[in-house]
């Protein structure tokens, strides 16, 4: 669980932290296909379903054609068997069965149509193979078709029809011809139309899914930018800017985001003037009580205790009862004058270290470590240090004095921490990183940020610094900042660490 500090109006106001997304009806925010995957999926559907109902028209149509194109065929081969058998009729020099296979031959040059033909006794008349695949018929142009699977046959071709012509020769009859029809031919047409067909649609259709890819890519990239940018803000990244994209709709959109950022980096940098300049008022309002306690209290504490012990040498010296009571009165004002002045440099330390800015931040750390062990005894504290040995500066000092002083004093009052680790390093002298690690009870869910807090937030983001806070993994709570430095010379030495 990690915790994004809101922004000092917010955190004053008790705004909730505009960062978090939220949704009506406690729908996740971003959740959902893409809009380019919406996209493709409707037009792959409204594909799918334009070949489904071309492909119910294209069957329905090619049935009906097939029920014509075999019943025009029967009739054909009826009229070509119905006049052979009227020059059999009227001829009677040829044989019968001559006659007859002459018949068969004609007949067995057609197409879509089986046969059958019989002799007066029932004998069936066979018809050479050459003339049933004679070059140029159409019974060898049938074998140029590939054959259509079964189901395609099953669905297209319509149910066989048959006719039985008799053939007489006067009141003789010499022969039987039995018709069928014969689809196959003309399905195995439909068939090697259909797969033209289908191939052109499905390379259409994959031609049509890669553009259709290719140009939202282009028109949504765009969109994408966007929601890149509005990450940027999220991140109180405001200075990115987009580029206007060729859609006019979506330029709208760039145009105003441009405008939101631009005002909002100049909210942001008025926020920022003015955190710092109530982090400089308070430090000075710090800078000058500490310099009236120190000035005009302690002095006065000072005065005080020396009256005292003059009073306590005058009584000590009279030796009379009166005189003891006095001596005990002197030294109760010495006591408690020694309190308030154990407490007034409490109060200084406080409000101002006094050496800061004037000494190497990790020995200002390290005077910080004894005043906590001091005031809790009990905790186990750590410094890890790998500074320069050098003062970044009154501003960058008292801002990483403050943060840890504020940290380790979250922990043991509110975590209830026995140990706490504190970690400074500077890298490269370009940016500074504060962590501080303890095992308290960590983050409350939901609890807003004290005033403690806010501060620390505000210091950090006053010096253009970025604090997180998070629980970790083991329990506890890890507060981790980091500042931006400006390089500077060290104050004549080198200090590898701090105290530990």
């Known amino acids: 669980m990690s915790l994004v500090l809101p922004s000092p109006s917010a955190a004053r106001s008790g705004l909730a932290d505009p960062a978090a997304p939220t949704c009506p009806k406690g729908r996740r925010v971003g959740s959902g296909a893409s809009l380019r995957r919406r996209i493709v999926i409707a037009v792959v559907t409204a594909t799918a379903l334009t070949f489904a109902a071309a492909a119910v028209v294209f069957i329905l149509n090619a049935r009906h054609a097939v029920r014509l194109e075999t019943a025009r065929a029967l009739e054909s081969a009826e ?3 119905r006049e052979a058998a ?3 009729e009227i001829s009677s020099s040829s044989e019968p ?3 007859l296979a002459v018949l068969a031959a004609d007949i067995a040059r057609t197409r879509h149509v089986s046969f059958g033909v019989t002799d007066g006794a029932g004998r069936s008349i066979p018809i050479p193979p050459a003339v049933k695949r004679a070059p140029g018929s159409e019974a060898d142009d049938y074998d140029d078709w590939r054959p259509a699977p079964g189901w395609f046959h099953d669905l297209i071709a319509p149910a066989p029809t048959q006719r039985r012509i008799d053939l007489f020769r006067g009141v003789t009859r010499i022969g039987v011809v039995m018709l069928s029809t014969r689809p196959e031919d003309e399905v195995a047409e439909v068939w090697a139309d259909a797969l033209a067909l289908g191939f052109v649609a499905v390379g259409g259709a994959c031609a049509l899914m890669v553009i259709l890819i290719l140009v939202l890519g282009r028109i949504l990239r765009p969109i994408s930018e966007l929601g890149d940018a509005l990450q940027s803000l999220e991140r109180a990244d405001y200075t990115v800017r987009l580029e206007h994209p060729p859609v006019a709709e979506l330029d709208i959109l760039v145009q105003r985001f441009n405008r939101l950022a631009e005002a909002l980096h100049e909210t942001h940098s008025e926020n920022r003037r003015l955190a710092s300049s109530l982090i400089t008022v308070q430090d000075d309002e710090r800078r000058r009580l500490a310099m009236e306690l120190h000035d005009e209290f302690g002095p006065c504490l000072f005065g005080v205790r020396a009256h005292a012990g003059a009073i306590l040498q005058a009584a000590e010296a009279d030796g009379g009862p009166g005189g003891s009571r006095i001596a005990a009165c002197a030294r109760d004002i010495m006591a408690v004058s020694d309190k ?3 407490a007034n440099r409490t109060i200084l330390a406080d409000l101002q270290p006094m050496c800061l800015g004037q000494v190497p931040l990790d020995e200002l750390l390290g005077g910080l ?3 906590i062990r001091r005031t809790a005894p009990d905790l186990a504290l750590t410094f890890d240090l790998e500074l320069p040995g050098r003062s970044y500066g009154e501003r960058v000092d008292l801002t990483v004095y403050r943060s840890i002083q504020e ?3 979250n922990a043991v009052k509110h975590g209830r921490a026995s140990s706490v680790r504190v970690a400074v390093v500077d890298r490269a002298g370009l940016l500074l990183t ?7 009870s960590g983050l409350r869910p939901g609890a807003p940020p004290g005033y403690g807090l806010a501060g620390m937030r505000d210091r950090i983001h006053a010096i253009g610094g970025s604090l997180d806070i998070a629980d970790l993994a083991g329990g ?8 931006p430095l400006e390089p500077g010379p060290p104050l004549g030495r080198s200090a590898g660490g701090g105290e530990r």
């Open 476 to 483: 506890g709570t890890r507060v981790r900042a980091r500042i």
């Open 340 to 342: 308030l002045q154990v």
């Open 79 to 81: 009229r070509l068997v």
């Open 86 to 88: 009227r020059d059999l």
């Open 369 to 371: 470590g004894v005043t």
């Open 434 to 440: 504060v962590t501080v690690e303890d095992d308290g």
């Open 407 to 409: 940290s380790v004093l």
């Open 97 to 99: 069965r001559a006659a």
